[in-house]
């Protein structure tokens, strides 16, 4: 009933700069929190920045200051707008929402993670 797709993620030099999207879809009424996570080969899933439908952000101290979370709440879409990337921030890039959402003749809350996008920066 709901569905997150993640997009723009691929190969960059270090020091590049991605701009990854999220759409939500489905039967939604509402959304709460957009967030993004990344989880590199033999690490585990991590958060990169949480974001509230209010606006309110919380970046992982290793990328403030290079990494910003952008919503269009209309759209139910986040960006995550990554510059002067890193090697060590190849990973794999993740959406998580919690989704308000209307099926079954009621309403629901779901939290959902999209496929996951890969984003690599070359050395």
């Known amino acids: 009933q709901v569905q997150l797709v993640e997009s723009g993620g691929g190969v960059v030099q270090a020091g590049g700069s991605l701009r990854l999207s999220c759409a939500a879809s489905?039967?939604?009424?509402?959304?709460?929190?957009m967030d993004w996570y990344r989880q590199a080969p033999g690490k585990e899933r991590e958060v990169v920045v949480a974001?509230?439908?209010?606006?309110?952000?919380n970046y992982a101290d290793s990328v403030k200051g290079r990494f910003t979370i952008s919503r269009d709440n209309a759209k139910n879409t986040v960006y995550l707008q990554m510059n002067s990337l890193k090697p060590e921030e190849t990973a794999v890039y993740y959406c998580?929402?919690?989704?308000?959402?209307?099926?079954?003749?009621?309403?629901?809350?779901?939290?959902?993670w999209g496929q996951g996008t890969q984003v690599t920066v070359s050395s």
């Open positions: 974001s509230t439908k209010d606006g309110v952000t």
């Open positions: 998580n929402a919690d989704v308000r959402y209307y099926s079954g003749g009621r309403f629901r809350t779901v939290n959902s």
């Open positions: 489905g039967s939604i009424m509402s959304i709460n929190n």
